[in-house]
């Protein structure tokens, strides 16, 4: 296996490991925001919009390294 592949593929599951940490965090920001805290959730649904930027670049990152 060759090193842009090894690096493909770990970066493949750092962004799944990302994604899960995403969607746990947006269920507790919406639990939250049930309970009255609208200002705590929005903000932190704004940190996650940063979270998807990211994604989007990782993501782009595999393509380029897998030759996508």
Known sequence: ?????VTADTLELILLNQQA???GIEELALW???RGSVPACDSVMIAL???????EGIEQGIRVLRGD
């Not at 919009?49 to 994604?55: G, W």
Request: hydrophobic share 45%; charged share 30%.
């Open 1 to 5: 296996m060759d090193k842009a592949t």
């Open 21 to 23: 940490l995403r969607a």
């Open 32 to 34: 939250i925001k049930q």
């Open 49 to 55: 919009q940063t979270l998807d930027a990211n994604a």
